[in-house]
């Protein structure tokens, strides 16, 4: 098992090496705000399905850096939450009206600004280039508070599986990484669990 320098090291490297692929889920994820903001109401079915999507481009880019677990535990639930998104129902979606609102933003801002492993940040870099879509906790971040915003798109199954990587996840860059905003993912998923 490698170190936890050589896991931190890894991140960084991931996470300054792709900023063009953090480059484009930012433009993703910006535009489905903006259209969502403007009045577009896509289906639970359509907005889980591309809710996965950052999953799989952080299992490819893991798989790429050589680090086959976080590739094999990325891919494994990116399959997972893609067969639960096709059993969604085709309703159009509709938020929630309470804390998990407020609670689903703040994370989905928070995984989109991720401040932590870029080298020679400021603030107007992390709105572009924080690693969504490239290492873990803020893609799990920025997925769980659009979640947390749409109801789990009316999925239980597919809100539990979310919970169960981000709570795996926080935990460890918590507490054994020692990146301590990851508490911020744990909340997030323990939020989502929680949600019926």
């Keep these: 098992m490698p170190t936890v320098s050589e896991i931190l090291s890894g991140l960084s490297n991931l996470a300054n090496t792709y900023t063009r692929i953090s480059l484009i889920w930012h433009l993703l994820f ?27 481009s952080a299992s490819v880019l893991a798989w790429m850096s050589g680090n086959p677990f976080n590739g094999s535990v990325f891919l494994f639930f990116a399959i997972l939450l893609f067969i639960f998104a096709f059993r969604a129902d085709s309703a159009p979606v509709s938020a929630a009206r ?23 940040g400021t603030f107007l870099r992390y709105l572009y280039a924080a690693p969504t879509g490239v290492i873990p906790c803020p893609t799990l971040s920025a997925v769980t508070g659009l979640a947390l915003i749409f109801q789990g798109y009316g999925s239980r199954k597919w809100s ?37």
């Design 30 to 56: 910006w535009c489905l705000i903006l259209l969502l903001l403007w009045g577009w109401k896509p289906s639970n079915r359509q907005l889980a399905i591309f809710s996965t999507f950052p999953l799989f």
């Design 98 to 120: 309470e804390w998990s609102f407020a609670v689903g933003g703040l994370l989905l801002v928070f995984g989109l600004t991720y401040p932590h492993f870029l080298e020679s």
């Design 160 to 196: 539990l599986s979310l919970s169960i990587i981000g709570l795996f996840y926080g935990i460890f860059g918590a507490f054994r990484l020692g990146v301590t905003m990851d508490v911020v993912l744990i909340a997030g998923a323990l939020a989502l669990a929680l949600k019926r």
